[in-house]
């Protein structure tokens, strides 16, 4: 159990990469607490885990608001005490280029997106701090690596979650506190699904994308995203921080 006693914090832990990513924490040994916006598929989450002889705690929080992000680390932080993991997964994915994209719809993925990032890290940071030692990882995409058109608003957001990674990396090196980037290609989530009632075949939207997709030829998969995920926060890779770790299928070595 890599994870044995470990408390972690996951926002967006709800569906998806959060979701997966809780389940296999939990699975590891982790102490979890998961938020998102809507309790209704966070007690899903919950009540799958409790199946599985795993427990999970929830709190509905929207990243988007300064308030409820200090309300989720102060909960963890009640509950257990301390905070070993935060893994900074909330987020969204508007579509359209940039002269059609709405200021609300910019404001709100930033948000949400970045924000929200910076927000959680913000005040977990100062109880890593005490404790000497932490990891965090920040839900980027290959998107923050390279660029698809189509997507200014979600493609800036991205970039910018790479950098403020980077720099959290960097201030942070020398107090025990580990911070890397989990890069992501195109995932097997209920947003995408949403996108795939958009065309006829997943075959098909896959072969549209082929020139700028990744080299496997398939969707990958949340778990695979999780495990990604929990490499980032073994002990046994003390050695890395500063890190955005591509798991896209070959997608960025195009």
């Known amino acids: 159990m890599k994870l044995k ?38 007690k899903q989450v919950v009540e799958e885990a409790g199946k599985e002889g795993l427990k999970i705690d929830y709190l509905v929080s929207d990243v988007a608001k300064e308030e409820d992000c200090k309300a989720a680390v102060d909960y963890a932080i009640n509950k257990y005490s301390r905070i070993d993991i935060l893994f900074n997964n ?17 404001d709100n993925v930033f948000n949400i997106n970045v924000r929200g990032t910076y927000l959680m890290s913000k005040y977990t940071i100062p109880h890593m701090l005490k404790q000497g030692k932490g990891h965090i990882v920040n839900n980027s995409s290959v998107l923050g690596l390279k660029a698809i058109p189509g997507a200014a608003a979600y493609n800036a957001t991205k970039g910018a979650i790479t950098q ?46 082929q020139p700028i997709y990744q080299s496997l030829g398939r969707f990958g998969k949340p ?6 995920v929990l490499f980032l926060c073994d002990d046994n890779v003390a050695f890395m921080t500063g890190t955005m770790l591509s798991v896209d299928g070959g997608w960025i070595a195009r």
Do not use: Q
């Open 90 to 106: 909330a987020g969204v994915l508007p579509l359209g280029i940039t002269h059609e994209t709405s200021t609300e719809d910019w």
């Open 223 to 228: 778990e695979e995203i999780a495990h990604a």
């Open 5 to 42: 006693n470990k408390i972690a914090l996951i926002t967006g832990g709800s569906l998806g990469i959060g979701k997966a990513t809780a389940l296999l924490f939990a699975k590891e040994g982790a102490k979890v607490v998961i938020t998102g916006r809507t309790e209704k598929t966070l």
């Open 164 to 209: 403020l990674t980077r720099s959290m990396a960097l201030e942070y090196a020398d107090k025990g506190i580990r911070v890397n980037g989990i890069c992501p290609g195109t995932i097997v989530t209920p947003m995408v699904e949403g996108f795939l009632k958009e065309v006829p075949t997943a075959e098909e939207f896959l072969k549209s994308l």
